[in-house]
């Protein structure tokens, strides 16, 4: 019983870390993308994430793929770990087959997302028509993203049956074509549905957990230091990318932080000097709606840059939060940095806030940090924290 128990777990550490490097890769891949496309064409931001998402895909596939073929050998038992699995199969047919299976794992992975995502929208559309336009709980969110994604997993399970059974002879080096005929021979067209059930059961799950992720934003003027927050935040300096030029962020970007939340960097509200009134209708098309209609939303964090004097778009952005019933603290950064003629951060920050006082009874809660320091680090990672533990306690009631 012990050895059959444990024989599901064969090959669990070589998945698990293929599954963080292969991860890794795509959102490499996916933040390069995005970064040049941004800086070099004119594109739509959704355009930017379609075309990024794709190259993402196929960039991170060059990694994946070997990592996949080593991995499913061992969980079929033809090998003993994934570096014996490595060696016979490079030695039998050289480097090449370490990309068997190559062209299915790209026709998989475009329409599991296609669906995944397609289906929870849909279900979402549904749902708020049924509810009067009463925005999901979190236990929806996790039953939609969980029906989403058993959909996706059950729609490309043949792909997936024909890419492991290329994978696990990838020493013979197998075509597709001929996969495909071995699939059948095993046992006609039911055969491509082989392992269908615990397939949709575990995307299923991991679809739900991603949908059901609660969300922090960081929103601010651009280049008031958004990406070196979230940076410092996480403590990857490489995490979000850190520009001097304004607008450098064009795009919603979700970064799942490791215990199950997510930071969200939204586009900044300043924009660069080539930027015109179409930009800026988009960004309040593109930014705005997600305030309102976005349902993981826990809490938004509205950061002020201490270096300067308080800015009038500042100013509105937190008063439109307010009127919209937005959950927000107000974030000061750079308090380590004084300009030149201008009055100190701490002058800069009582005049905000003095400001604010005039027309409201109550101020948000203030952080004051510099990231290049790391004052006030402590205090805003334990306040997201209380935040993420009262989000729970309502998911429970």
Not at 42 to 54: L, Q, Y
Not at 197 to 205: D, W
Not at 355 to 368: G, H, K, R, S, Y
């Amino acid at each position: 019983m012990g050895k059959t128990v444990a024989s599901l777990y064969r090959g669990v550490f070589g998945a698990a870390s293929g599954a963080g490097i292969a991860i890794g890769t795509y959102f490499a891949f996916y933040g390069a993308a995005c970064n040049v496309l941004s800086a070099r064409t004119d594109m739509p931001a959704s355009g930017i994430a379609f075309v990024s998402g794709g190259i993402a895909a196929v960039g991170s596939s060059v990694v994946k793929v070997p990592l996949a073929v080593c991995i499913r050998s061992v969980q079929a038992g033809v090998y003993l770990n994934v570096f014996a699995a490595a060696r016979s199969i490079t030695t039998a047919v050289g480097v090449r087959g370490l990309f068997t299976g190559f062209l299915p794992t790209l026709l998989e992975d475009v329409p599991d997302m296609a669906i995944k995502f397609a289906a929870y929208e849909s279900m979402r559309q549904v749902q708020s028509r049924i509810r009067n336009g009463r925005p999901a709980s979190p236990q929806e969110d996790f039953a939609m993203g969980a029906v989403a994604g058993s959909l996706a997993a059950a729609a490309t399970t043949p792909l997936d049956v024909i890419k492991t059974n290329m994978m696990c002879t990838a020493a013979s080096r197998p075509s597709m074509l001929g996969a495909v005929r071995m699939v059948y021979e095993q046992g006609g067209s039911a055969a491509f549905f082989r392992g269908i059930g615990p397939r949709a059961l575990s995307n299923g799950i991991n679809s739900a957990v991603f949908f059901a992720h609660p969300e922090f934003a960081v929103i601010g003027r651009s280049n008031v230091g958004k990406s070196s927050l979230i940076n410092a935040l996480t403590g990857n300096d490489k995490l979000a990318k850190v520009s001097k030029e304004p607008g450098a962020t064009k795009l919603i970007n979700h970064f799942l932080i490791d215990d199950g939340w997510c930071l969200v960097d939204l586009p900044g509200y300043g924009f660069s000097k080539t930027a015109g009134k179409a930009a800026r209708e988009e960004w309040l098309s593109f930014t705005k709606d997600f305030f309102i209609s976005r349902d993981a939303l826990v809490h938004v964090l509205l950061l002020v840059d201490a270096s300067l004097p308080p800015q009038a778009v500042d100013i509105d952005c937190a008063n439109w939060l307010a009127e919209c019933q937005v959950p927000f603290c107000i974030v000061f950064t750079k308090v380590d940095n004084r300009k030149k003629d201008l009055p100190t951060p701490a002058a800069n920050i009582k005049a905000f806030k003095t400001m604010l006082a005039a027309d409201w009874e109550a101020l948000p809660w203030c952080f004051e940090t510099s990231s290049r320091t790391g004052t006030g680090k402590a205090q805003l990672l334990g306040y997201l924290a209380s935040l993420r533990q009262l989000h729970r306690q309502h998911q429970g009631q």
